[in-house]
């Protein structure tokens, strides 16, 4: 990039408020990277727009210099791709943070995209409606993110993905052009849908910049059943038991590790007696007694079929959300060992011979990384965290993990799977796409990128170079 930042900055306070420019050292470093961590940010600047005209006059402004700009929303991502490291100029959404309106008919809400996930959660409470997208960090991310991200999370068993709830969006292409996608529609056949080509793009290809979001009705009477398992092939035979007589809303797993990792950091008290090789936490409605029926005639099932060894169910809602800390607590209970992220998945019918390779593969490497599995199995997806030892250098532990990565996507490949579940690509997988997509699709997907920015100034180097 040719310009300095005081030509860009000048350039950019004729379009936007002075005040909305930030580069304090400060701002640069928190607004410069996610959670990723993945390395040290340095973009040049900051900018706050407030209104769809600003966003597509800073695009005008990066296509007319030359520069590249980094779309951010919550920056909770997981691959790095909110992460500006080569002087790029960071979007930030935090102040198009408007909830603009609702149709109570159409169960439709409107809003900009920076509305913090959590946020469009209570709007949606607050009508009596449900906004199904949940993660660990709902609290943070923004609207936005989860769009260009596809966020998944603990109910995309029961309700699917971010993609499933979005009915139109409005977004600012590369080209500094504004396109209304499918306008809130729920039937629309009039040829491609570019909505779905920007949901999950991760900022290379344009700015979301306003979304129509569908609610649904909440959930009724919510229990959760936590279960200790001895091996990890029973997870999977306990969800087939569990599915055949409830329609479940989330099934998550994790192993001992993850389980001992969030006694100690979130510092809970263990609900067994001892600590299990896995555990599976399943959560359903529970509004009649058909339900609690079926629910404690599944889990004596599994204990009779030496799946399950033990079970601790909830009674209130407080306790329901107890026991999905152990589950919820693990991403931050880890977050200190600088965590080597993997987020795989395979077809559901395959994640027992695909965990039973995995449990073999990981076994063959250095003893003392650590590593802590958990996931949503009940879509196939398993979050693999590899722990740095306390002795070992940190480029070391990161040479040691991409060779296991490696394997790991070796193994993805073989089953079908993906090498990102929900995470995404960002910087942190951008090498491996190819694993899970074929040279003929990356030729095409190239392709798209041209056709929206052509002059590679949206999130460059994420995703997939042109
Ligand atoms: C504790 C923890 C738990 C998590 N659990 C889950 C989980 O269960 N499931 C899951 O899917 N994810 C999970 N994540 C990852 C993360 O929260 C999601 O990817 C989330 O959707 C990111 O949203 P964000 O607003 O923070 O986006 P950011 O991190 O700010 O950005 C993510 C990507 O979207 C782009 N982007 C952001 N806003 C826009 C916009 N308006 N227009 C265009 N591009 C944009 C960025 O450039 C970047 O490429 C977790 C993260 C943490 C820290």
Redesign the pocket.
């Known amino acids: 990039m040719s310009w300095t930042t005081k030509e860009i900055v000048d350039q950019l306070a004729k379009v936007v408020e002075p005040s909305r420019i930030k580069i304090g050292a400060d701002d640069l470093q928190f607004y410069g990277n996610?959670?990723s961590n993945l390395s040290k940010p340095n973009p040049c600047a900051i900018v706050f727009p407030t209104s769809i005209k600003e966003v597509q006059a800073i695009v005008g402004l990066a296509n007319k210099l030359n520069f590249p700009l980094?779309?951010?929303?919550?920056?909770?991502?997981?691959?790095?791709?909110?992460l500006a490291k080569d002087r790029e100029l960071v979007?930030s959404?935090d102040l198009?943070n408007k909830i603009l309106g609702f149709n109570k008919s159409d169960a439709l809400v409107s809003c900009q995209?920076?509305v913090v996930?959590q946020v469009l959660k209570d709007f949606a409470e607050s009508k009596g409606l449900f906004y199904p997208v949940?993660?660990?960090?709902?609290g943070?991310?923004?609207?936005?993110?989860?769009?260009?991200?596809?966020?998944?999370?603990?109910n995309v068993l029961r309700y699917g993905?971010?993609r499933d709830w979005i009915e139109g969006i409005k977004?600012v292409t590369g080209m500094g052009e504004l396109l209304e996608l499918n306008r809130g529609l729920k039937k629309n056949a009039t040829g491609f849908d570019f909505r779905h080509l920007?949901i999950g793009?991760?900022?290379?290809l344009?700015?979301?910049?306003e979304l129509v979001v569908e609610l649904t009705n909440p959930p009724k009477d919510l229990n959760v059943m936590l279960m200790g398992l001895k091996s990890i092939e029973h997870t999977t035979q306990v969800l087939a038991v569990f599915k055949e007589k409830l329609d479940l809303t989330a099934f998550e797993f994790f192993s001992d590790i993850a389980m001992k990792k969030v006694l100690e950091g979130k510092k809970l008290r263990n609900p067994f007696d001892h600590i299990f090789p896995f555990y599976v936490l399943a959560e359903f409605e529970s509004y009649s007694e058909v339900q609690l029926n079926a629910a404690s005639e599944s889990f004596e099932r599994c204990i009779d079929f030496g799946y399950a060894v033990e079970g601790v169910v909830s009674q209130n809602q407080r306790q329901a959300r107890e026991l999905w800390e152990f589950r919820?607590g693990i991403?931050?209970s880890i977050?200190s060992y600088e965590p080597f992220k993997s987020?795989v998945s395979c077809r559901i019918s395959q994640t027992p011979a695909f965990l039973c390779n995995l449990e073999e593969i990981l076994n063959g490497f250095d003893p003392k990384i650590e590593a802590v599995l958990f996931g949503?199995l009940g879509d196939g997806n398993i979050?693999i965290n590899l722990l740095k030892p306390t002795k070992m250098d940190s480029e070391e532990f990161r040479e040691v993990c991409k060779i296991i990565s490696e394997s790991i996507f070796n193994l993805v490949k073989s089953f079908g799977g993906s090498i990102s579940?929900?995470?995404?690509i960002?910087l942190t997988k951008k090498p491996y796409l190819n694993y899970s997509r074929s040279e003929v699709e990356l030729d095409y997907m190239r392709g798209v990128k041209r056709l929206f920015d052509p002059n590679n100034i949206?999130?460059p180097g994420?995703?997939i170079d042109i």
């Open positions: 996610d959670w980094v779309p951010s929303g919550g920056r909770t991502g997981l691959s790095g791709g909110a979007v959404f198009m995209p920076g996930t949940d993660f660990a960090s709902v943070s991310s923004q609207v936005g993110g989860n769009a260009a991200t596809n966020a998944g999370g603990v993905m971010t977004v920007f793009s991760e900022g290379t344009g700015l979301i910049v919820e991403t931050e977050a987020d949503h979050h579940a929900e995470h995404g960002g949206m999130n994420k995703l």
